[in-house]
């Protein structure tokens, strides 16, 4: 019945900011990108490789995102890269700040943590 998961979306604060840091810096690929008049708000249809999307949404006045990363509800988002080095490498050259790389106990695969723009926890996980 269920084959896998076509979106997620996010709410971001700073539009430009975060359609920069998703398509630019993570390097997503661009869908669609339309303007809602009626809610005031932009909503970018973004590609992974795998085809799976992210729906980023400027909502105004949408409230913050109350801990991190352990308010109830998705605890954050993971993203299959085929080397942790080289992502964190990259990444790092992009002035984004990283955890130390890390390895799962249960499953011996290398992983860490990053945020979005607004905070939002963000995880790459070695495929």
């Known amino acids: ?37 009626d809610r005031q708000s932009y909503k970018l249809d973004l590609q ?3 085809g799976s999307q992210i729906e980023l949404f400027s909502i105004p006045n949408s409230p913050k995102r109350p801990s991190y990363p352990e308010a ?31 390895v799962d106990e249960y499953t011996g695969k290398k992983f860490t943590f990053f945020s979005d723009p607004d905070d939002l926890p963000l995880e790459i996980y070695q495929g």
């Open 1 to 37: 019945m269920f084959k896998g998961i076509h979106h997620v979306a996010i709410i971001c604060e700073d539009y430009p900011r975060s359609k920069h840091f998703y398509s630019e810096i993570l390097g997503f690929k661009v869908l669609a990108e339309n303007y809602r008049e």
């Open 48 to 50: 992974l490789a795998d």
């Open 72 to 102: 109830q509800g998705l605890r954050h988002l993971a993203f299959k890269v085929d080397s942790i080095e080289q992502a964190v490498a990259y990444l790092t050259v992009q002035g984004v700040e990283l955890d130390p790389i890390r």
